[in-house]
């Protein structure tokens, strides 16, 4: 069974950079497609980032093009979401999925596709 634990969260001012990583423990051998998303207080849960099992396809919500970047290195299990020209509105709890299944015909940025989710970590960009 595939856990993922989110960490890097913090308080930082508008323009600041953050960098979030996602750990994945557990037994298995096989990599997944990852991906990133925030939910902001009194909102639903939104896309951020999703990224290919080999690294090689990413896709951005057009909120976070050109600010933020998802890589992964596989070797470490990890994913990260580097963070860079904070805004206020980006002030969310971020949590990594995996998609287990990599299902064709279904939009990368649906909840649904993603099987196991971290607990999340909070980001709050202050103005």
């Known amino acids: 069974q595939v856990q993922l634990v989110e960490s890097g969260g913090g308080l930082v001012q508008a323009g600041d950079s953050l960098r979030l990583s996602c750990a994945a423990t557990g037994r298995t051998s096989s990599t997944y497609a990852m991906g990133w998303f925030r939910q902001a207080p009194g909102k639903e849960r939104e896309f951020v980032a999703r990224i290919s099992a080999t690294g090689a396809i990413t896709y951005y919500a057009d909120s976070v093009k050109g600010r933020f970047t998802i890589s992964r290195d596989n070797a470490k299990r990890t994913v990260d979401l580097q963070m860079s020209d904070l805004k206020p509105e980006d002030t969310a709890v971020y949590y990594c999925?995996?998609?287990?299944?990599?299902?064709?015909?279904?939009?990368?940025?649906?909840?649904?596709?993603?099987?196991?989710w971290g607990q999340g970590t909070q980001v709050t960009v202050s103005s």
């Open positions: 999925a995996a998609d287990l299944f990599n299902r064709v015909g279904i939009p990368n940025n649906i909840q649904t596709r993603y099987n196991i």
